[in-house]
């Protein structure tokens, strides 16, 4: 089978063009390189049943044949999508038309990557799949949330209008190697914090909580999803909760580190929880992660150890 992984050098697209090689896929992919890199994918290049596509998803796409297409092409941290606003916005719109146009043109399943994002500062806990959320539309993180708002709606769009087989996976904090240093995420920033023996920079009083799935788990759960004929929006994510404080600690504590912990002020729109609820994953598809905490955090350390500036 032919696949196409859009964002494919990004964080989880490489990941899981790695996982689609694995499993005898061809796969192309696209990633007009703007958070992706290229050394994510640099091991696939080599690889005759891999192909990469330096492209914007937002410009007109050429046709190309698949049976399977993954839409997870967007700034996806804080730190990116604020500093490329516009284009944010344009690749949940365009871009996810585009490849929904695609999809159709050719015939493919296609699986539109969301995120707990869509909602927002919940009010709700944990998270459901039938919870509309609380986001601010003109918020500083609107823009990644909103777009992702609008990619389900015009996925669904699809589904319903044209009849187009797609899914919605609504992905939770994901962690595991590849992740860039700094991103403006918790874990790589306190891992190379913690290594360099650096102070771990915590918002708030660190009490907001968050949930984090390893990456070997969530590119599972991607796959089974996609495999699957399910279309209804479906939490893929780990539902073991913890604080941002203390997720510092255990870092601390397993990088053998003598960081100690300062606070920041809360950033604007920060959400206060985020825990999935996965039982529809779960009865859909008998996927649940496996990764605990700790051995994922050891795996991902060491990758940082090793790659670490």
């Not at 091991?43 to 297409?69: A, C, H, R, V, Y």
């Not at 609380?134 to 209008?161: H, I, Q």
């Not at 590849?178 to 102070?199: S, W």
């Not at 912990?261 to 529809?280: A, G, Q, S, W, Y």
């Amino acid at each position: 089978m032919k696949t196409i992984v859009a964002g494919g050098a990004g964080f989880i697209g490489s990941h899981l063009c790695e996982y689609l090689l694995k499993n005898g896929y061809e796969v192309i992919c696209l990633d007009n390189l703007i958070t992706g890199i290229v050394s994510n994918i640099k091991g696939l290049l080599e690889d005759e049943n891999f192909k990469f596509i330096e492209m914007d998803i937002t410009e007109p796409l050429p046709k190309i044949d698949s049976d399977w297409i993954f839409n997870l092409a967007s700034p996806a941290s804080p730190p990116d999508y604020m500093a490329h606003p516009i284009t944010t916005m344009r690749t949940g719109s365009f871009g996810t038309y585009n490849l929904l146009e695609l999809a159709r043109k050719t015939d493919a399943r296609i699986l539109f990557a969301s995120t707990s994002e869509v909602y927002g500062d919940p009010r709700v806990h944990p998270q459901r799949e039938d919870y509309w959320g609380n986001v601010n539309p003109v918020g500083p993180r609107s823009v990644y949330d909103e777009a992702k708002r609008f990619s389900e709606a015009l996925t669904t769009a699809y589904n319903s209008f044209y009849g187009i087989d797609t899914s919605i996976a609504r992905i939770f904090n994901t962690y595991g190697p590849k992740m860039r240093e700094n991103d403006g995420r918790a874990i790589p920033n306190f891992i190379p914090q913690a290594l360099r023996g650096e102070p771990l920079m915590v918002y708030g009083d660190g009490s907001q909580t968050r949930s984090f799935c390893h990456i070997s788990d969530m590119v599972e759960g991607l796959y089974l999803l996609m495999e699957s004929k399910h279309s209804k929006p479906v939490n893929i994510g780990n539902p073991n909760e913890l604080s941002i404080l203390e997720l510092a600690k255990v870092i601390i504590d397993l990088a053998d580190s003598d960081s100690r912990i300062k606070f920041k002020p809360l950033p604007v729109d920060d959400p206060k929880v985020r825990m999935p609820d996965i039982t529809r994953v779960k009865e859909a598809l008998g996927w649940e992660p496996k990764v605990g905490l700790r051995d994922g955090l050891k795996d991902t350390i060491e990758y940082f150890r090793r790659n670490i500036r």
